[in-house]
């Protein structure tokens, strides 16, 4: 930042100094007065021979380049400097008749005392060497600027790696501090990962086994689930150079730049070997060839093609791994994940309950919480967060616990700390009618009442109806395991506690009074029948996928896509959809309206505290009253260092004696 303050100073002084020159130098002139031919005749004619007469001629100059004449006139004490624009021989014509204007000519071309009454004809017009120097230097100084700020401007838009003419590559070396231990869960992996280090690390004892070293890992995956963290641990494992580069840096504004940034990272990479090149979000650039939009040239592919041959090509690589990290492992190019190539794709997908318990443990150690805090409860909680999410539930819960004051991190921060990376902070200052808050009570109670009498369905968790988001109230529904493998019977109790909801407004306003509140439910629940009816094989249209590809050509999807799928099956596919649903509907409106009482009493309870948990709702199903008000007392927790507790000790060894 000093520099560059110096810099801009300098410049500014230097134009400062330079314009000074220019003025004084260029623009500097004695003021002198415009006088015609015949006005100078006239004064030539009035004007004495002698510097003693009262007026006289001080100098007369001629400039035959600028047919311009220059005469300095003195009248007694005044003196003044005229310039005629014309040529001298005029003026002489209109003088030849006139003696006295010939002894002052006569006068003025005798003397010889230097400028005094000089006459002559000036040569041509000379000039300082400062000014000449300036003159020629200054388009050339002009020109070099406007050409370094296009310099500068184009540079910047090439990502600062010198512009078109620029060897600057694009990756970097960095030195990471992260470890194989500082990443929890993802343990495949982090095996398949490590064993490529020790590769590195111990080349010979592979060699002699006569194995050859993967080119490169692709990690797959959806966001937040620790790519990119992974190759930082692999920067801090690996004793080699680490090269890191986002795909988007070979995205250039020129064609065939994409190719060079290519080529100067591989080559660089080859200097160094063995060592490491790892590509963030690898799909900007390697998506599906041949897409077929438009015409002409395609950057993008050519930029593909480069980084297909310097991967695999007739050049070795020995020493050098890829290891590229995307999002979207469905629209990379066939050629990227081939043997050779890309060797191993890994998926990274989103932790199960026992690795979201290890990312938990991770993120909170260094930080004070309460003794009630479980962290396999909070896993429990979290189906299909990432660990960028369960990272974010900790921040969020410490930011809490500041804004609190509180000591240590409770549980019911922990609590609230889910439901707002979930779905937003609670909108406590909203002004809603009792009358929206007791229909928002009775749809999330249908919910609830869905969730425990039909088997198979989501369980609910948590029950608000303080609004979060775009949402008037929020419903934690839960399944009570994580599986992979679901039958019809449990899809068809999930869609029922979905239209819990819906049902328990209809039961209780009228079909007239429905309101706007199921919407999110019911698209979640048509997107299952969907899926049951197109994929699953789960209706009376058989075992016969339906689905058609949705892969857009702008993900690197073939333009052409033609639909399998005919009128009249679309037709099917959708009475389908609406016979499962309607099902599950009707399921929600059977079960609610047997159990009326439970439902009453969860809105009831609902409206009394706002927000209500699992145990409260377990609570009133099997007893059907509402659970007894107990005033908790809330104890400050203290946390206990090491220390304290060893001078604790000393104590009580020292009162035993």
């Known amino acids: 930042m000093k520099n560059k303050k110096t810099i801009i100073w300098l410049s500014i002084i230097v134009l400062v100094i330079i314009g000074l020159i220019l003025y004084f130098t260029l623009f500097s002139k004695t003021t002198a007065h415009d006088l015609s031919i015949s006005e100078l005749a006239s004064k030539i004619e009035s004007a004495g021979s002698d510097t003693k007469d009262p007026e006289y001629f001080k100098f007369i100059k001629f400039n035959p380049f600028k047919n311009e004449i220059s005469s300095g006139y003195i009248s007694g004490h005044e003196s003044k400097e005229y310039i005629t624009y014309g040529k001298l021989g005029e003026v002489l014509g209109l003088l030849k008749n006139n003696e006295n204007s010939n002894t002052i000519l006569n006068a003025l071309k005798s003397s010889t005392s230097g400028e005094e009454g000089q006459l002559w004809s000036v040569g041509a017009p000379e000039q300082s060497i400062v000014t000449s120097i300036l003159i020629s230097l200054i388009p050339t100084f002009l020109i070099v600027i406007v050409l370094w700020l296009l310099y500068r401007s184009q540079s910047k838009m090439m990502n600062g790696q010198g512009g078109v003419f620029g060897d600057k590559s694009p990756a970097q070396i960095i030195k990471s501090d992260k470890k194989f231990a500082d990443v929890a869960g993802n343990k495949e992996p982090i095996e398949e990962i490590s064993e490529i280090v020790d590769y590195l690390k111990n080349p010979k004892r592979y060699e002699e086994a006569g194995a050859r070293m993967p080119r490169g890992i ?19 494992e690996a004793n080699v150079p680490f090269y890191f580069v986002s795909a988007s840096s070979f995205v250039e504004l020129f064609v065939g730049m994409g190719a060079k940034r290519v080529r100067q990272v591989i080559s660089e990479a080859r200097k160094n070997s063995p060592a490491i090149v790892f590509i963030d979000e690898l799909d900007a650039i390697g998506r599906t060839r041949g897409s077929g939009i438009g015409g002409g040239h395609d950057e993008r592919e050519q930029t593909l093609n480069q980084l297909l041959v310097e991967m695999d090509g007739i050049k070795e690589n020995s020493g050098l791994l890829f290891i590229a990290a995307t999002n979207r492992t469905d629209v990379l190019d066939p050629a990227l994940t081939r043997p050779g190539r890309f060797d191993r794709v890994i998926t990274v997908g989103l932790p199960d309950i026992k690795e979201r318990e290890e990312i938990l443990k991770l993120h909170a150690k260094g ?35 500041v804004r609190e004051r509180s000591q240590v991190i409770t549980l019911e921060i922990i609590d609230e700390a889910i439901d707002r990376v979930m779905s937003g902070p609670a909108k406590k200052s909203r002004t809603i009618t009792k009358e929206e808050l007791t229909s928002v009570a009775y749809h999330e109670a249908g919910h609830a009442v869905v969730g425990i009498k039909v088997p198979g369905g989501n369980k609910v968790q948590k029950i608000t109806i303080i609004p979060r988001g775009q949402a008037g109230g929020y419903n934690l529904m839960m399944p009570e395991q994580e599986k992979y493998n679901y039958s019809k ?27 706007t509140g199921a919407s999110d439910d019911i698209n979640k629940a048509t997107s299952i029948a969907r899926r049951m009816v197109t994929e699953f094989g789960m209706s009376d249209l058989g075992p016969i996928k339906y689905h058609e590809e949705s892969g857009s050509p702008f993900l690197g999807k073939t333009l052409a896509t033609s639909s399998s799928i005919s009128n009249q099956i679309s037709h099917e596919i959708d009475l389908e959809v609406r016979k499962i649903i309607l099902e599950a509907k009707n399921i929600a409106i ?37 659970p007894p008000k107990q005033e908790i007392i809330k104890e400050k927790e203290q946390e206990i260092d090491l220390e304290s507790l060893i001078s604790m000790t000393e104590k009580q060894e020292e009162n035993k004696v």
Not at 491 to 511: D, K, N, P, V
Not at 591 to 611: A, D, F, G, M, Q
Request: net charge negative; charged share 25%; aromatic share 6%.
């Open 489 to 515: 019977k449990e899809l068809l109790a999930t869609i029922a506690s979905f239209m819990g909801g819906r049902a328990a407004e209809e039961i209780i306003y009228g079909e007239d009074n429905i309101s």
């Open 367 to 401: 930080k004070r919480f309460s003794s009630d805090v479980i962290f396999s409860n909070i896993a429990k909680r979290t189906p299909g967060f990432s660990g960028a999410q369960l990272e974010n539930v900790i921040n969020e819960s410490v930011l809490l616990t």
């Open 218 to 236: 692709l990690l797959g995956g959806p966001p937040g689930t620790g790519k990119t963290l992974l190759a930082k641990a692999t920067a801090g």
């Open 590 to 626: 059977k079960v609610i309206n047997e159990n009326r009482t439970l439902l009453e009493l969860i809105k009831t309870l609902l409206l009394e505290k706002e927000t209500i948990i699992s145990e409260e709702i377990d609570y009133i199903a099997q007893n059907l009253q509402l």
